[in-house]
Nanobody, 120 residues
């Protein structure tokens, strides 16, 4: 069983940057494809980014493409999300999760989330 803990959220001004971290315990993250998903108040969950086991292949949601970068350090058992040029519409709780090998739209073992608030 993998436990995931996100950190790095906070309040930032429009145009600012934040770096989220997702630390894992219980099992090596190198075994898993990983993803970041966010949920804003009153809205459905939205796919943000994903990265494969090796770290060489990444995928982004349309709304963050070109502004966010997902990375991982398997030696540190962690996944990161660098967020630049933040906009008020990026305000949400951000979760990291394991991405299913069988259905890329399915995520599991969610962390507790970290709040990101972008002030206009």
């Amino acid at each position: 069983q993998v436990q995931l803990v996100e950190s790095g959220g906070g309040l930032v001004q429009t145009g600012g940057s934040l770096r989220l971290s997702c630390a894992a315990s219980g099992r090596a993250l190198s075994n898993y494809n990983m993803g970041w998903i966010r949920q804003a108040p009153g809205k459905e969950r939205e796919f943000v980014a994903a990265i494969d086991r090796s770290g060489y292949n990444t995928e982004y949601g349309d709304s963050v493409e070109g502004r966010f970068t997902v990375s991982r350090d398997n030696a540190k058992n962690a996944v990161y999300l660098q967020m630049n040029s933040l906009k008020p519409e990026d305000t949400a709780v951000y979760y990291c999760a394991i991405r299913s090998d069988y259905d890329s739209s399915v995520f599991g073992s969610w962390g507790q989330g970290t709040q990101v608030t972008v002030a206009s």
